[in-house]
């Protein structure tokens, strides 16, 4: 239940992360955009379907996220 908890906490932690990243150039927006919703896509249905069409539609992308989730 806590895993559970943090890892929902984590992503939308992250999604929030990213939308304030694509305003402020310091921050890899896209990047944190995408991680978070991989980790919502565990536990959320509609996270799963955004994630799913952004891998069919940027396949390269998509092997570049599974590398850095992969390190974590």
């Known amino acids: 239940m806590v895993k559970r908890l943090a890892l929902i906490a984590t992503g939308w932690a992250l999604l929030?992360?990213?939308?304030?990243?694509?305003?402020?150039?310091?921050?890899?927006?896209?990047?944190?955009?995408?991680?978070?919703?991989?980790?919502?896509?565990?536990?959320?249905?509609w996270a799963k379907r955004w994630v799913?069409?952004?891998?069919?539609?940027?396949?390269?992308?998509?092997r570049k996220l599974q590398a850095i989730l992969a390190r974590l």
């Open 16 to 45: 929030l992360l990213g939308a304030i990243g694509l305003f402020l150039p310091v921050l890899p927006g896209i990047l944190f955009l995408l991680i978070g919703l991989s980790i919502l896509s565990v536990e959320y249905e």
């Open 52 to 62: 799913m069409a952004l891998r069919n539609r940027f396949p390269a992308a998509d």
